[in-house]
């Protein structure tokens, strides 16, 4: 029989993409959270003046010098002979 030349059937193309390297998500490190509140101011308790203190004592009633009532003495009767 003529002699057939039959080329060897290709192997299976596989496509086989290079494997895609670990993806490692790095996220940048945040930088250092300094809390830097501003100092608060320094705290100085001022008391509120006391109001001046007025002693205000009543007034003396006005003293009225009441003299005893005067007796008038009455000279005794004469004595009647």
């Known amino acids: 029989?003529?002699?057939?030349?039959?080329?060897?059937?290709?192997p299976p193309y596989v496509y086989s993409s290079p494997p895609p390297p670990p993806y490692v998500y790095k996220s940048p490190p945040p930088p250092p959270y300094v809390y830097?509140?501003?100092?608060?101011?320094?705290?100085?308790?001022?008391?509120?003046?006391?109001?001046?203190?007025?002693?205000?004592?009543?007034?003396?009633?006005?003293?009225v010098y009441k003299s005893p009532p005067s007796y008038s003495y009455s000279s005794p009767p004469p004595p009647i002979y």
């Open 1 to 10: 029989p003529p002699y057939v030349y039959k080329s060897p059937p290709p």
């Open 36 to 63: 830097s509140s501003p100092p608060p101011p320094p705290y100085v308790y001022k008391s509120p003046p006391p109001p001046p203190y007025v002693y205000s004592s009543p007034p003396p009633p006005p003293y």
